[in-house]
């Protein structure tokens, strides 16, 4: 057995539990092997529904190991799963490689559904972005915010493919609006809500993220020195009972600049002015090289400058397919009440 076998074979017996708690949860979503907390630094291979996606960061895996984790998983599991291997250790992994071991049979690459919390997600293992349709690391929290949505107004913030909208519609919320600059995330968003059309329809704004939440906040949107702003969404100020805030780790548009390193709060204080009194804002931040006890600190300092201090938080981990060695996960997330 070699030693990335040994390794899954470990990583699948630790998730024994989890996988038949997720099974009676109507989940068939997750993560079978976190690499680089579990043997091998660079290899993820997750669960899809029926798709088994591989994905190499590093270097690329060999055609017998590849062929050999697929068979491995297949028994474990006791499946017949589609095989999707991504090698991103090169300039473009939506491309099939030169061996026809790493070229994906056509059933894999069709338009396929998941499940997560019972609902329905669309799942393409290979499509125009880099990254898989569905975070897994953010199950937890579309799970809290499934059964804490009843009733209330729900504004997912930099939505991508909308599942933490989906979950909200699902736990009853009474409007849910969805925000992304991509109209590609937002078409993913489209097609979720239309897999579970037993669901109310929800609302999809394509918008910068600067122009439309400062609208929503009341703020100005500053116009740098010598650019003219382009055009932009026109939005009312209001408020919403539950608002999500998941940005990416870096990003640059004419309005401004997402960067979770340096300049957290410039994203952090219109989220917090945009949500309710007595509401809920939950904040995540994705980079490892930022720890959970300083970001907390500084998300908590900022609400109280804003003038919307922070009356209980929680941490919410991703679940045990996450594993982290040292209770340090790259995604962290916080639930502020308000």
């Not at 470990?10 to 539990?17: E, H, K, T």
């Not at 798709?51 to 055609?63: A, D, G, I, K």
Request: charged share 20%; glycine share 6%; aromatic share 8%.
């Amino acid at each position: 057995m070699s030693s990335l076998i040994q390794a899954l074979s470990v990583a699948l017996d630790n998730r024994q539990s989890l996988l038949a708690q997720l099974h009676q949860q109507s989940t068939d979503c997750y993560r079978l092997f976190h690499g680089s907390q579990e043997g091998a630094s660079g290899l993820t291979i997750d669960r899809y529904g029926p798709q088994l996606l591989v994905q190499s960061f590093h270097t690329r895996l060999e055609r017998d190991a590849l062929l050999e984790l697929h068979a491995t998983i297949n028994t474990r599991l006791n499946l017949d799963t589609l095989l999707v291997y991504n090698d991103r250790s090169q300039g473009n992994s939506r491309i099939d490689r030169d061996d026809a071991v790493y070229q994906a049979e056509d059933a894999a690459l069709q338009d396929l559904i998941g499940h997560e919390w019972g609902l329905n997600y669309r799942v393409r293992g290979r499509h125009a972005g880099q990254d898989p349709l569905l975070f897994l690391d953010l199950r937890n929290t579309r799970g809290w915010v499934k059964q804490h949505s009843a009733g209330k107004s729900v504004l997912n913030l930099f939505a991508y493919t909308c599942g933490v909208g989906l979950s909200a519609a699902a736990g009853g919320a009474r409007e849910v609006c969805n925000l992304d600059f991509a109209e590609g995330n937002l078409a993913v968003g489209r097609e979720n809500g239309a897999l579970n059309p037993q669901l109310p329809k929800m609302e999809f704004i394509q918008s910068d993220y600067f122009p439309a939440i400062r609208q929503m906040a009341g703020l100005p949107i500053a116009q740098r020195r010598g650019h003219k702003l382009p055009d932009y969404v026109k939005l009312d100020q209001r408020q919403y009972d539950l608002v999500l805030l998941d940005p990416p780790a870096w990003a640059k548009s004419a309005f401004g600049t997402v960067d979770l390193l340096r300049d957290y709060q410039s994203l952090l204080k219109p989220a917090l002015l945009t949500t309710a009194d007595n509401g809920v804002l939950i904040c995540c931040n994705n980079l490892a090289k930022v720890s959970m006890e300083d970001w907390r600190e500084q998300v908590l300092r900022c609400a109280t400058k804003t003038g919307r201090p922070v009356r209980e938080w929680q941490i919410m981990p991703p679940a045990e397919d996450f594993p982290s060695m040292d209770n340090q996960p790259p995604l962290k997330t916080l639930i502020l009440q308000l």
